[in-house]
């Protein structure tokens, strides 16, 4: 559970010299929907690789696109079903492609295949089509025959059937993740990692029987499989590997694996995703173990990938791995930014405000680097992080460490894209506030993801004997307040200019106003008028400000003002500020080292869940006038290798040209894996 998800991108344009961009007449710009903008990244610094490497970032790039359909059915069983119907009634539609309804069915597809699913990706909300059911159904009925994403013997009129109610009514598969822990979270949640019937009661015990509280390795039970009922009732795991759950996708991917080991840039990296492969094969999550420590400790290679079952947040219990893949290479530049924090990592430690017994005597291989995306997979696209920390397991990163990594172009691509939207002059209360963002904010935001991943996450120890699930569904915003009050407390430390970082100390105020900003206030323009805070970062970050504002009270530290009918957050004492910064810091930590849920549940339901209407009126209003997407998300660039009259790779350069549609039905042209029996 170790990601940044960017938070609304202000529009800050920062020092040029501190980007990489290639071409500054890139355009980053590609599709625009509903609530969505697809943008597109460059990969700078490309061009200047190794054949070898290049030919390592094209295999793995492909085992990177072999796995889409795992992600679409692991969101939901009748994904990729919907998926296959939608896409040849588009390509197929005879009629007027400007008619209402379907420029309203377009939109849909469009969101769908943003959602890898028929759910919204970050509000989890199943997607409502505005064309109608009678447009649908005739349409699949027009459809010929060998079109029709069915097993044999049944015809459209079944399609229709089983997609109809899953596509328009409201009430089935509502959400794809539910947290409302007063319900039972398994069986109202419309992922696929449990089969139909089986109750959260249920999983918790069968995983209950079979962990070990004593045991100091433990694998990441359910990480690889389904848990689902037989026909006698019985629970049975059904696990992901080459000849189980998800095998023809997973083949493709290990044919891909193994074209990059046979160009792997040292035995480091070939051991690594040999390992990979004998999981794949095997299902083993020892062997998945072996390959998270070889591969944390491989820090010397340039090409670097994840590949796998790894972000366990769309299971309502978070323990079942999303499969997703980023393919990248090493930014050597902005890794010496990133190595000065990660060489630092035991003095982060021993000098954090948190009680000594929670701290860690030694911090172990925390490793840093900035990195250049060049591809992404699975649940990794096409929204994306900004930032990674893996291995997931706790013990790994206690005695083998972890790797974190910040994706600079990605950060990059969000601020281009971002400039002259309007958005400071909106919402930054007065112009010093607004020069101190435009001077400071691209840093230190990139330094929050280097802290927040390198040493955040990484940072403190569980008390023995304690759980690692014990905080259960408030687990994953705690753990990412965590991080981000790490990074945070820390922005504003003077060993940062010590080591060289940041060359002015009053830099870390532009984060944190930014991050009041957020927390309090923009980030409701994510959240449709009525509901709550649902996603896990956006309640850490809502905690983080509303306890601030709380506990400052007295002071003033922080306040919400009016200045012509408009509130903005007015910061008066960013020192005090940096303090409570640090007194929740050492609570948050308490709570995990001790495993104290019902602590934890206190914080999540008084700060992190509800929202004041009126404000989050006022901000969707004021937003409403921006045009500012509150989401976005990217479209990969295209490989093309080169081959010489052997069939040799002789060079491969990437295309920036496709347009998002043109993407998504290559992809489900070129790379479908998984048939009609996939659920
Ligand atoms: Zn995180």
Known sequence: MKKVIPA????????????????KDFNYHVDRFADIEVLRYEVPGFKDLSLQQKKMLYYLSQAAQMGRDIIWDQNGRYNLKIRKTLENIYTNYKGDRNSKDFKAFEKYLKLVWFGNGIHHHYSNDKFTPEFSREFFEEQVRALPADMLPVCKGKDAQHLIDV?????FDPTVMAKKVNQDG????????AGNFYGPGVTQAEVEEYFAKMKDPNDPTPISYGLNSKLVKDKDGNLKELHYHLNGLYGPAIAKIIYWLDMAKNVAENDAQKAYITKLIDYYITGDLRLFDEYSILWAEDTKSDVDFVNGFIESYSDPLGMTGSWESYVNFKNKKSSERTEAISNNAQWFESNSPVDPKFRKENVKGVSAKAITAAMLGGDAFPSTAIGINLPNANWIRASHGSKSVTIENITEAYEMAS?????????????????????YLYITDMLHTDLHECLGHASGKLLPGVDPDALKENGSALEEARADLFALYYLADPKLQEIGVLD???????????????????????IELGKDVEEAHMRNRQLIAK??????????VVQLVKKGGKTYVKINDYKKMRDLIGQLLGEIQRIKSEGDYAAGKKLIDTYAVKIDPKLHKEVLNRFSKLDIPPYRGFVNPVFRPAYDKNGEIIDVTLDYTE??????????????????SAH
């Open 8 to 23: 609304l991108v202000l529009g800050a344009m920062v020092g040029l010299q501190a980007h990489a961009a290639e071409n």
């Open 163 to 167: 997609l109809a109610p899953v596509i």
């Open 182 to 189: 007063t319900q039972d979270i398994v069986a109202t949640s």
């Open 419 to 439: 400039h002259g939207n309007g958005f400071n002059e909106e919402f930054v209360i007065d112009a010093p506030t607004r020069k101190l963002l435009e001077d």
């Open 504 to 526: 002015n100390p009053e830099a870390y105020k532009a984060e944190y106003y930014k991050f009041m900003l957020n927390g309090l206030m923009t980030q409701l323009n994510r």
């Open 547 to 556: 306890w601030i504002l709380e506990h400052g009270k007295k002071d003033k």
């Open 659 to 676: 347009s998002y549609t043109d993407q998504m039905l290559r992809l489900s042209r070129d790379y479908s894996t998984l048939g009609c």
